[in-house]
């Protein structure tokens, strides 16, 4: 990914906002300039909440290159509080112990460097809510 385009991008995704629709009030995430359900383009940022439970996931034990340290990793869907799903890498526990209907949470994570621009980019990952 090129520099501007990643600074572009990055405060919906560093904030998890996403925008909800003035007319038929679905949010979705990242936000759109035009509304797939209602074809309205007013849009309110929302803040979603990081919280929710584990819809789908899968393990990945033969990572491609640059995710080789992390093997074995998950990577699920989380539905949201809010009703949305986003798809994200689970850390922070044993892969082979997740359940569908987990509570996670997101955290503000390290995702990789691009070698060519010795950018380091983040997002957001997965942890086990615990409650905390």
């Known amino acids: 990914m090129n520099v501007p ?3 572009r991008e990055s405060p919906q995704r560093y904030r998890m906002e996403a925008g909800k629709c003035r007319k ?4 979705f995430f990242p936000g759109r300039l035009v509304c797939p359900e209602c074809g309205h383009t007013g849009f309110d940022m929302v803040k ?3 919280k929710g439970k584990l819809h789908t996931f ?3 034990r033969t990572a491609p ?3 080789t340290d992390f093997a074995p990793y998950a ?4 539905e949201l509080d ?3 799903r986003i798809l994200g890498q689970i850390t922070d526990c044993d892969p082979d112990s997740l359940q569908t209907g987990d509570r996670l949470t997101s955290k503000f994570r390290r995702m990789n ?10 997002s957001y990952k997965f942890v086990p809510d615990n409650g905390i």
Do not use: A, N, P, Q
Request: charged share 20%.
């Open 113 to 122: 460097d691009e070698g060519k621009t010795g950018m380091i980019m983040y």
């Open 24 to 27: 038929c009030e679905r949010i």
């Open 58 to 60: 899968t393990v990945i």
């Open 48 to 50: 979603l909440s990081g």
């Open 75 to 78: 990577v699920g869907i989380v």
């Open 5 to 7: 385009k990643h600074w």
């Open 65 to 67: 290159s640059g995710f």
């Open 82 to 84: 809010e009703g949305i």
